[in-house]
């Protein structure tokens, strides 16, 4: 072993190289307070790591990409684990930065000569802030989407600038396929190496004026390894703990894939930037653009000349009482509008379904869908059609399907084409829809009730309307029922039957027909607590014939 | 590095203190790379765990198909690949025996993948790239290939042919 090190030292110096770095000498005062820069550091590479790992599975573009995430966390063993570490990763890192940021705030280590580490320390800060906003967008679900929709708004306030930077991230109609390679590649091609180079700088600056001491400290130096190093992998340790029990215990969720058209969706952005989001609210109006630009604009500003705005010399810690008041008031901001933004944050009908039903507005579109058509919007968004079919006046790899040629409006051409889309369309990039022949038909149906006028009202059918569309068709209810035209008139309509029936009445009538109908013909189901809840929710949602 | 401290040598500590925290620093970032390797591993080396649905796919006429003579067949096949599910042309050689037997031969050489065809005159299937050739039984003749051919799944469901999966070769 020793030969080996010799060898290799002979040649490239390596061994004294590595001796140097670590045998710097640094104050006495030096200790646990500032671990937490070496740790920043170690989070960078294991988001590389991880980013790398994710980015071999990855595929980036737009609908592929929501894809490609799917199948790393679901058919891949340990997939959910590497997209954990870097999602909780990249808000630790965030966490860790700031602490870095804060310890040398108040120890008022950014003093004469140590303004252009501050500096450079700050420009990494918006990198982290950077890396969060792009990286936020490629998964491609709703939530992601979304987001960067109201980022790209915000951008393009800024005055002058704004529309420049608009176009910049490709972002002027809306967030489009160009705004999510340009996030790709600043996410992974860019910022990686940009961030390299610029921790070299500031590991540089922070070597060349020595480790900041304490005010009062005379005692002799000490050697930065082995305790400073020691003491630097604890710190990496208990972080990295707390990130690998994140990964595994907290799921990240993927949401539905982004939709252009789901005009229900409440976005918000990533926890981390939410108390800038609640800023924004207190402005209206022309004002906006001073809670959107302005008052960021100006912290960052604040933030960068904090060296030449304190250039008194080094006082002890405990003195320090502006620079406490300061971190103190500015945590207390922080949190305040972070809690407020999570108080006034309605829940996403994603996740809470029922909260639909509530509302009592105008018939919608869907509900005077027949449920062969409903079952076939169910298989629309199993099957992702909106990736790229994203709807009327969208641009998407596919065509806009409100706008087909009238030789297309038929099931014997579309069925065909969804077995088997390139031998009806030679050349064609669309992916078979692996269905059955009933199916398939129900998805002809609800495709070909697609028009630019009542797209938006269809695509916006809640979860369980659909899901409880899909419980009708699989039990045949149709064979003895009607709604909204369609199926047998064996039994009673069930248009608008909310009016004349409620939950637990349905619930009783499936579960024991005779028990609330005497001498029925309709036999007992038993279906499961999902689907029974699906469907009790639909059937009470239909509206009256003719309604 | 600043002037005014580098008055006297750095303290040195003893040296069991130092072997401690050297071993401490090492075994702590053995253990995280350790962390980090094995799910690294684990992730690009295990299969994904796709559903396999085997898919069959029907071919040509029965009927149409010549008694004793390889016919190369092309069809339509639905393939899971990656996150995608893909619609390809696929092709087989289709050998009908006298007794109605069908055997479909996978078309790529088992040698390097080279595609394959019937040579009439000689009654061999015959690989251009490295002369490997092949009875119509799918046997070794001559060549480097390692293993017979290989073959799809195959069954008659109505006087169609079907075809299935690749079979696993032995």
Redesign the interface.
């Known amino acids: 072993m020793r030969k080996i090190i010799d060898w290799v030292e002979h040649r490239t110096g390596l061994e004294t190289a590595i001796k140097n770095f670590l045998y710097e000498d640094i104050p006495a005062s030096s200790g646990w307070h500032q671990i937490i820069g070496s740790t920043a550091v170690f989070f960078f590479v294991i988001q590389v790591f991880t980013g790398g790992l994710l980015a071999f599975n990855y595929a980036p573009t737009p609908g592929d990409s929501y894809n490609s995430v799917k199948y790393i966390i679901t058919a891949l063993t340990g997939g959910k684990l590497i997209r954990g570490l870097h999602h909780w990763g990249a808000s630790m890192m965030l966490i860790i930065v700031v602490l870095h940021m804060l310890q040398v705030f108040l120890y008022g280590a950014y003093k004469k000569p140590r303004e252009a580490t501050w500096m450079v320390g700050c420009v990494l800060l918006l990198i982290v802030l950077v890396f969060g906003l792009t990286g936020y967008l490629l998964p491609w679900d709703n939530r992601a989407y979304w987001g960067t929709v109201v980022t790209t708004q915000i951008t393009g306030m800024a005055p002058v600038l704004g529309p420049y930077m608009q176009r910049l991230m490709g972002a002027e109609s809306g967030v489009s396929v160009v705004t999510f390679s340009r996030f790709y590649a600043l996410h992974t091609i860019l910022l990686p190496p940009l961030v390299m180079i610029l921790i070299g700088i500031h590991i540089y600056l922070v070597r060349k004026h020595g480790v900041a001491p304490a005010v009062d400290d005379t005692a002799p130096r000490r050697k930065f390894f082995p305790e400073q190093v020691f003491k630097d992998t604890v710190g990496v340790a208990i972080a990295f703990i707390i990130l690998f029990t994140m990964a595994v215990v907290a799921d990240v969720p993927l949401g539905r894939l982004a939709d252009p058209t789901d005009t229900a969706y409440i976005p918000r952005p990533e926890w981390y930037f939410l108390f800038l989001f609640q800023t924004l609210k207190f402005f209206k109006g022309p004002l906006e653009v001073i809670g959107a630009v302005v008052l960021p604009g100006v912290a960052v500003g604040v933030l960068f000349l904090v060296p030449f705005i304190d250039r008194g010399p080094m006082i002890r810690l405990g003195k320090r009482t502006f620079a406490f008041t300061f971190a103190i008031l500015g945590i207390l901001a922080w949190t305040g509008l972070t809690t407020a933004a999570i108080a006034t944050t309605p829940p996403n009908p994603e996740e809470n379904e029922a909260a639909v039903t509530e509302g009592t507005g105008g018939v919608q579109a869907w509900q005077k869908l027949p449920p062969p058509e409903l079952e076939g919007l169910g298989y629309f968004r199993k099957q992702n059609c909106v990736a790229c079919h994203p709807g009327a006046g969208k641009k998407g790899i596919g065509p806009d399907l409100t706008e087909m040629p009238a030789e297309h409006r038929n099931a014997a051409w579309l069925n065909p084409h969804f077995k088997n889309p390139s031998s009806v369309v030679p050349g064609s990039s669309m992916p078979p829809v692996t269905l059955n022949d009933a199916a398939l038909n129900s998805l002809s149906a609800f495709v070909l009730k697609l028009t630019p006028q009542n797209e938006a009202g269809l695509m916006s059918a809640p979860d369980f309307a659909v899901q409880g569309a899909m419980v009708y068709q699989a039990n045949k209810c149709n064979a003895c029922h009607q709604i909204n035209g369609v199926g047998q008139k064996l039994g009673p309509a069930l248009d608008g039957v909310g009016l004349r029936h409620d939950r637990a009445w349905l619930e009783k009538h499936f579960a024991d027909p005779q028990g609330t109908s005497p001498g029925t013909i309709m036999p007992a189901y038993k279906l499961n607590a999902t689907d029974l809840d699906n469907l009790c929710k639909y059937l009470l949602q239909l509206p009256k014939a003719g309604g | ?2 002037e005014h ?2 008055h ?6 003893p040296p069991t ?2 072997k401690v ?2 071993w ?2 090492h075994g ?2 053995s ?2 790379g350790a ?2 390797a094995v ?2 591993a ?3 080396l ?1 299969p ?3 559903r396999k649905e085997a898919e069959w796919v029907e071919t040509a006429d029965l009927a149409s198909l010549p008694v004793g003579t390889p016919t190369e067949i092309s069809f ?1 096949r ?1 393939r899971v690949d ?6 390809e042309k696929a092709t087989a050689w289709v050998v009908k025996g006298a007794d109605g037997q069908v055997t479909a031969f996978t078309p790529n050489c088992t040698h390097l993948g080279c595609a394959y065809h019937w040579d009439d005159p000689s009654h061999t299937f015959v690989c251009p790239c490295h002369t490997s050739s092949f009875s119509i039984d799918g046997k070794v003749l001559a060549g480097p290939a390692p293993r017979p051919l290989d073959r799809y799944m195959v069954k008659i469901e109505s006087g169609k042919l079907e075809i299935g999966p690749p079979e696993a070769h032995a």
């Not at chain 2, 006297?8 to 500590?13: H, I, N």
């Not at chain 2, 990656?82 to 619609?87: E, L, N, P, R, T």
């Open positions: 590095m600043d401290h580098s006297e040598p750095a303290v040195e500590l203190r130092r925290y050297t401490l620093i702590t970032m253990l995280i962390a980090l799910p690294a684990i992730y690009l295990f994904p765990k796709t339509q639905n990656g996150w995608k599910v893909i619609s």
